[in-house]
């Protein structure tokens, strides 16, 4: 399968602990993802990403600290560099240097300085097209979820089986 490509840039704040931008390019973001076709495929080693659920249209985007799906074109760091560890795929901001990984409780964060363990994922195509990310929970991979808290679509590694997992494709930044 193809990408469809584009170019994008990201703006930071160098001065924020948190290592979250505080706008990205909402023009290019918001009318590539309304207004094109595009095509989706499995991400490999140095690609750049935006990873979008197909069913909200939303992003997964790095938002004053925290991972939750987001509409594109808002405020927020949607770009995720793929890197890929002994077979198991991994998403790096490239603002924030920081791999996607989770908590205790399972919910997604994005403070981890290397990809292993915690930051590993594995893709799944679906028949009817789109993918699942799952992630290991000690010896069992868990599909990845909507965890609804405080108004945001926080997302997490709670599923218990794939047919519960949100449906990605993943859009390469060119």
């Not at 994922?121 to 097209?129: A, D, E, L």
Request: aromatic residues 10%; glycine residues 10%.
């Amino acid at each position: 399968m193809s990408f469809y490509q584009f170019d994008s840039e990201s703006v930071s704040d160098p001065d924020n602990s948190n290592y979250t931008p505080t706008a990205t390019s909402e023009n290019v973001t918001a009318d590539v993802l309304e207004n094109h076709d595009l095509s989706s495929g499995v991400p490999s080693h140095d690609f750049t990403v935006i990873i979008r659920s197909i069913s909200s249209g939303y992003v997964i985007t790095l938002l004053d600290g925290q991972v939750v799906l987001a509409p594109p074109g808002g405020q927020g760091s949607i770009h995720w560099k793929c890197v890929e560890t002994e077979g198991w795929i991994g998403f790096r901001n490239p603002i924030s240097n920081r791999f996607l990984c989770h908590d205790w409780s399972g919910r997604l964060k994005c403070s981890a300085e290397q990809h292993n363990g915690w930051r590993h994922f594995t893709i799944t195509p679906m028949p009817n097209g789109g993918y699942i990310m799952q992630m290991l929970h000690w010896w069992t991979l868990r599909p990845i979820v909507i965890n609804a808290e405080e108004g945001l679509q926080k997302i997490g590694r709670n599923g218990n089986k794939l047919s519960e997992g949100i449906i990605w494709e993943f859009i390469k930044v060119g």
